[in-house]
Each structure stands twice: as structure tokens, then as C-alpha cells.
């Protein structure tokens, strides 16, 4: 019987980082996977070959639409769906490779098969009929999440399909019916709506991205609708039948009302994600469960068994793959007898679209809800100089600052490249700092991030170039 300071089930961001930190400082750490390869959903069916479709789809679409104006002058651009799919399976491959590779420099063990908590110190893994059970001194659920399911509408990953499933269609889907308008949704209708697909948008809510700044969403809607997206808002979809050549989805208002019929080749439903603790023996082992289905921890990430604790999509908070990634680092920590630590209030989320969208901290609903009193200042991309040559001027930065102390409470972006220009207002905020700070410090021009040095002077009433 092998014997372990610590096993981690589970090895997506949050698993595979938690038993690196933990190999650091000086564990004998095992992690089990029932999956083929290392790296959880984030890896293998979520953001990483997302984020290779979404890249390669813009390329495709800028060689077809803004190649010409820039004088460059090529035939028009033709897709190849099986060598994209096999650019993104490339790309998956290599970060997979890096997982095992990351392993193994850091002598974790490796048990594959399915983990089950057996009780404090004891987890059993199972494969292919045969099971072992592991001793350790400490466990880490990070099983991360599955898909939410619609009642009564059956995901065959064909013609209804997952976030999984859409991102392996064999050919572009003349029309596709998205239920959904949160990030997964708008990210895999941006890709096959540049490869071709005509795209519609079903949101039970009255607005789209719930949860972020409604100010940037109505914005993003706009640019969205622009580019030839439809939104059937504070709308639900009922039923599909499946019977005929195309699809038929029955769209009900989400107050009431007649429905109508829209006819799709391809429907995908992305409604949110829920934990996944299927078969881990939770119950048996008395691992308290919220009434979510969420692992209840402390605020040190312990569950009600001693011993044994959780991280990322399975416990509360965003489900977000570098929220996992730092609770992983936070828990390794904290087991080791040191102060980990997750600042719940600085954790950027991002929507990798064109433009993007990015988001740190309090949104200006938030804030009007705990009635904190606070200023605002934006600055829009139309008056960036870089964005204004490149001819990419959708967006706008965002600022919100306690009106009291200038301490900067939310920072909301849309517009080009806004997931890499939002960390230098997550830094900023990790320290407390003011718009004041942000605003004498010296950005380099021209970029598109002075755009954020603008907006933070833009609190302060007195931006330059606006």
C-alpha cells in the first residue's frame, strides 16, 4: 500500500499546480486522473483549444475582411476545417505533454483511474476493474466541473452539443442556435460565426454576460450585433425536435407568452457549469455538500472531514481556471503549515472574443447595491492613437475608484488585447493602490494600455486626450 503526504484528485490548473507547489516544499505527492491525459477540462475540451480556434478563426477573418483596406491583397481566404482542427489538437497536445512533463521534474506519481474518498487518509482508485487503495496523510478534491444540462433537451454532441462538442464539428453549421449568452456561448459563436455560420443567441435574462459590468455588456451586445450576431433576450428555449433534416427549437418569452420556432442545423447549450463530484463517495465519507452541490470548505480550503480539502469549479467562487490555479498554490501552503492565501476581490475574468472583454473586482451594480459612493472614469479606444492607426477603435476602459480614498475598487475593459491590459490594474489593486497611482505612472506610447492611464486620469477629471 503506497503511502502519500498528499494525493490530489483531479489534475486540471487546479490539481496539476496544487501538487507542484506541494512537491516544492518537500511532499511525496500522488495525483489521480480518470482521464486518458493530464489537464482537466481546461486542457483538453475548455479554454486552452478554445483559445486555438478563436485565434485561428480571426485570422481567417481578418485575411478576408482587413487584409485589403491595409494594402495587402490576397485571394480569398479558404477553409480547411480538418487542418484547423488539427492546428487546435496540436496545441492541446503540447500543453498536455507539459503537464506530464511538470510531473514528472517534480516526481508526482501518476494513478490513473477514478478516486474515490474512502475516509481521512484514504483514497481509492479505480481502473478497469480493479482497484487500489492509497494512504495519505492529506487529499485534494479538484474534480473541477461538468456541463449544465436543459431538461428534456438530450446532448448527443452532434447536432446538440456541448462546449465539448462544439469545439469538433466536422463542417460549419449554416445556422447555429446558442442557449446561452454568458462567455463560453459568445466565445464558440465568435468562431464558427467567422467561419461562416449564422448565429443566434438565446439569454433567459434580459442582457448578456450576467455578471459583468452591465455598461460593457450592453456595449459588447452592440459591437456583437454589428458583426452579425442575433439575441433572442429574456428568452427560453423548451424543447428541440430532432426528427426532421434541420433542427427545431421551441423559444418561449422567460415571462410568459408564445413561443416561436427557430430552425437550426446545430444547437449548443451553454448554460454554466456545475461541480463535479459524481463517484467521489463524498456522502459515504461525510464530505458536507452545499445545497449546490458545492464541497463546503473553511475559509483554509478543509472540508468537514478532517484531512481532506477542495478547490476550483467544485467549491464556491467563479469558475475560473487561474482562481483554481491559486487556491491549488493557497492549500499546498496552508498543508505544508505556511499562510496561503487567495484574494477573492482581485480575480480578472476574461471573454476571448474580437474584441475582448476583461473584468477585475467591483462592477458599477455592485457598488451602487452596497451603496458605496465612488467615481468613475473611461476613456474610449477612439482616442487611443495605437488603436486609432490600426483602425481597431471598439471599446473603452473603465475605472471605477472609491470616492473617498481613490482606492480602485473595479476595472472593466472591452477592446483589443483587454485580457492582457487588465493586469496591471489586478497588481495595482493587489497593493490598494489609487486612479492617482495609476495615473502618474508612465505607460509607454504608443500602446493601447495608455488607454488605461487615461481612464485613471479620467477619475481624476482630467484626462489629456479626451
Known sequence: MATYDLVVIGTGPGGYVCAVRAAQLGMKVAVVEKNATLGGTCLNVGCMPSKALLHASEMFEEVGHSFAKMGVSVSAPKLDLPAMMN?????IDGNVKGVEFLMKKNKVDVLKGTGKVLGTGKVEVSADGKSQVV???NIVIATGSDIARLKGIEIDEKRIVSSTGALSLDKVPGKLLIVGAGVIGLELGSVWHRLGAEVVVVEFLDRILPG???????????ILEKQGFAFKLGAKVTGVDTSGKTLKATVEP?????AETIEADVVLVCIGRVPYTEALGLKEAGVALDPRGRVQIDPHF???????YAIGDVVAGPMLAHKAE????AVAEIIAGQAGHVNYDVIPGVV???????????TEEELKQAGTAYTVGKFP????????VNQTTDGFVKILADAKTDRVLGVHIIGREAGEMIHEACVLMEFGGSAEDLARTCHAHPTRSEAVKEAALAVGKRAIHM
Open 326 to 329: 491559486d487556491e491549488g498554490v
Open 352 to 362: 476571448y472574443t474580437t474584441p475582448e472583454v476583461s473584468s477585475v473586482g467591483k
Open 302 to 308: 478543509a472540508t468537514s472531514l478532517k484531512g481532506v
Open 135 to 137: 494512504e495519505t496523510k
Open 381 to 388: 479606444f477612439t482616442a487611443n492613437g495605437r488603436s486609432k
Open 87 to 91: 492546428f487546435k489538437q496540436q496545441g
Open 254 to 258: 422567460a415571462a410568459g407568452g408564445a
Open 212 to 222: 459583468m459590468d452591465g455598461e460593457i455588456a450592453k456595449q459588447f451586445q452592440r
